[in-house]
């Protein structure tokens, strides 16, 4: 990189600059743009790869004989179970396979500890004064959404390379009964990319905590999502949990929504026996099970876990390109400037982009203008209150090659647009 | 009918009577029959008219061209409400295409008026000292569990032929605030086969109710399930309830449950426009939309509004005669004998069956003895309690007719032998 930061630019080329990327910024505009970095979509061509589900399954029985057009099985198909067990490094009977949001039974979770309390609580978390958790920064907006919606106080600390802030986080639930559990994305995380260490999980695991009752919502909806050849293999949070003695700690989700169909897949838990019990007796009371016939859809589609991990790699070579392109603009365009950090995720969706304080707003304001759409500023954190307004989350998966270029060139130009103007005003 | 009622045998009769049952009885145990006449649940043959749906959708796009396979969509797919809204006599900006349970919608509505209060509440139900229901009875045991899960008290009224005993409902609501709403299954109820007349319905939107925000959870399971010709046309309860001022007070449900696949089928909510941001607004905080995918499946395969039509005839077809045989061996086996009544149900999935009070259990007991499994008695009461100990669901769709034959005439022996039993000992 030959450029040189904007803080050691003298007032005239700082000037000069920032004249430069206004006549940029109209360029871009005058472009009339309409590209989308939103939200961790697939793309069609990702859809594709799974339309052999349209003509499954072949079969109306599962593997006992069972026909899975009527009601029934609340648990979710055997054979599916064990297919996702093996991947999750669980036992079948230790997973729960559901509808096709993994987001929904994480809702589920948290509304009937609302209103029943967790399989170890003295009393309903909705009878208790306060109800807190913690939620490593930057993390998942609908994770926040969702505590959000039911009064849960968030507590925020930092998602480091190696996962959350293992000190901070145990710091914080050893003297506070109102805590009663915390959020985590441990491989690949939303947005940063960190993959959860065999360290900081199995301190999570083990940590007192003030609360009986606190709860990991551990959820490894990337756990099978790598971007190089180097796979992350999750922690192992529930045998870890369980050898510390907690072993209702965790409570694990995942999906099949970024492998075969975003819209059309298969949500799973997977949690300890009396985890599994407590959450089946809470389901049955409103529903008669799932939906088994796409479930077997998605077992004949897979065939088995080394078909989904055959499958993942066709995803594979579709968005490293994606990722490659937002790494190679950004370095391009922002390296060396002092304007922006940013990680190289190694799987997950999304690229977290660090701009100048107090100008992610600006960026993502400019970007709009232009017609590029990210994601609001903020988003990543709780009440979407971003306190040093510097995040930026970038999900490069849904547009084509050539759209994520145009894309992130034209990011880029608002990222040292908006550097600029802060650094001319100052 | 030649046979004499049980009550006007002399003595000896009786115990001669008794003894032939108990011969029967015994004859029917060495049978070893394995048949279930417990729950609800379309036969294998009723499934298989739906089997297309295994080769669709032939599209992945939707009517406007969005995608059905990734995410989004929160009130499902367009094309499949119009078609059931015309089904519901609604309009499609009224109804919620869901996932596979019209139950899971009820119980989200119940949950989150009890966390969040309904659209026009002026506190969460759960804030309340005391939140009740109106149950008319008999009725559908999962609404009774439903209710009971979460600590909502059931007042039971009685269920008439032309629906719930409105003028009992009325005046119940009128004085108590506590009551916040009422179950009803308008047509062809669950167990009493009842149409709920237009009068009734008009009377249950019309009245006055104590709490501002009464709902009547209006689950219209079975609209089109017809078993003659004469097919009944549900009141418009949402027009209804418009029209005396009380917009927000009906929520409606329907599924295509007992129409293409009991488990894999698609829910749906109908109501008014603030009941349905409402519910958006919940639901959105939990899922990023629905199986789309499915949703189109069903469009596919239906057609149109006349599509689904055409399809319940052919269930009709299946299902009349087991109807017609449950009716035909309770007649011959028991009429005249004053030991049972039972109804000949339009439409819908059961049969209600009442025995001589206080030998209902000891009929479902000797039953399940010989094999034959039916629905706990009291099942269709709330707490499971059935005061007379006189009710017994029947649900003849499930089994082939000759095991429907078999069945009914082992429940007819048990009917006779409690009843023989009990007046034998009076």
């Given at each position: 990189m030959n450029a040189t930061a904007l803080a050691d630019l003298s007032a005239d080329d700082l000037a000069a600059l920032l004249e430069e990327q206004r006549a940029a910024y109209d360029d871009l505009k005058a472009r009339g743009l309409k590209l989308d970095l939103t939200r961790g979509k697939p793309s069609s061509q990702q859809l594709d790869l799974a339309d052999d589900l349209l003509r499954l399954p072949t079969s109306t029985k599962d593997a006992s004989g069972t026909d899975v057009r009527n009601y029934g099985g609340l648990q979710?198909?055997?054979?599916?179970?064990?297919?996702?067990?093996?991947?999750?490094?669980?036992?079948?009977?230790q997973v729960v396979a559901g509808g096709n949001s993994s987001l929904s039974m994480m809702r589920?979770?948290?509304?009937?500890?609302?209103?029943?309390?967790?399989?170890?609580?003295?009393?309903?978390?909705?009878?208790e004064e306060k109800v807190r958790f913690v939620c490593p920064v930057p993390g998942y907006d609908r994770h926040f959404?969702?505590?959000?919606?039911?009064?849960?106080?968030?507590?925020?600390?930092?998602?480091?390379?190696?996962?959350?802030?293992?000190?901070?986080?145990?710091?914080?639930?050893?003297?506070?009964?109102?805590?009663?559990?915390?959020?985590?994305?441990?491989?690949?995380?939303?947005?940063?990319?960190?993959?959860?260490?065999?360290?900081?999980?199995?301190?999570?695991?083990?940590?007192?905590?003030?609360?009986?009752?606190f709860k990991i919502f551990w959820d490894n909806a990337y756990a099978l999502h790598h971007l190089t050849a180097d796979e992350a293999k999750s922690a192992d949070i529930l045998t870890l949990a369980s050898a510390a003695g907690h072993p209702d700690r965790p409570i694990m989700?995942?999906?099949?929504?970024?492998?075969?169909?975003?819209?059309?897949?298969?949500?799973?838990?997977?949690?300890?026996?009396?985890?599994?019990?407590?959450?089946?007796?809470h389901l049955g009371t409103g529903s008669i099970g799932p939906d088994?016939?796409?479930?077997?859809?998605?077992?004949?589609?897979?065939?088995?876990?080394?078909?989904?991990?055959?499958?993942?790699?066709?995803?594979?070579?579709?968005?490293?390109?994606?990722f490659a392109e937002v790494d190679r603009v950004l370095s391009e365009r922002l390296g060396g400037r002092g304007v922006a950090?940013?990680?190289t995720p190694t799987g997950g969706y999304f690229v977290n982009l660090d701009v100048v304080?107090?100008?992610?707003?600006?960026?993502?304001?400019?970007?709009?203008?232009?017609g590029i759409a990210l994601t609001p500023a903020g988003s990543s954190f709780?009440?979407?209150?971003?306190?040093?307004?510097?995040?930026?989350?970038?999900?490069?998966?849904?547009?084509?090659?050539?759209?994520v270029t145009a894309a992130m060139e034209g990011v880029a130009t608002c990222v040292l647009l908006a550097a600029a103007e802060k650094a001319a005003a100052a």
């Open positions: 979710g198909l055997q054979e599916l179970r064990e297919m996702f067990a093996e991947l999750l490094w669980v036992d079948a009977d589920d979770c948290l509304v009937w500890m609302m209103l029943f309390g967790a399989v170890d609580s003295e009393r309903p978390w909705g009878r959404t969702l505590l959000e919606s039911l009064g849960i106080e968030m507590l925020t600390v930092p998602m480091r390379e190696d996962g959350p802030d293992a000190e901070a986080v145990a710091a914080l639930v050893a003297d506070d009964p109102s805590i009663k559990g915390m959020w985590i994305v441990p491989t690949y995380a939303n947005p940063t990319g960190a993959i959860c260490s065999q360290e900081v999980a199995a301190r999570l695991a083990a940590m007192p905590t003030a609360a009986p009752d989700f995942a999906s099949t929504s970024k492998i075969s169909y975003a819209g059309a897949g298969v949500a799973f838990i997977a949690a300890s026996a009396g985890n599994v019990s407590w959450y089946l007796a088994k016939v796409n479930q077997l859809r998605h077992a004949e589609f897979f065939g088995s876990a080394q078909g989904v991990r055959d499958h993942m790699v066709k995803h594979r070579e579709i968005i490293a390109p994606k950090t940013w990680n304080p107090g100008t992610a707003s600006r960026v993502v304001a400019l970007a709009k203008e232009a709780p009440y979407k209150r971003d306190p040093d307004d510097t995040n930026i989350r970038l999900a490069p998966t849904m547009p084509p090659l050539e759209e």
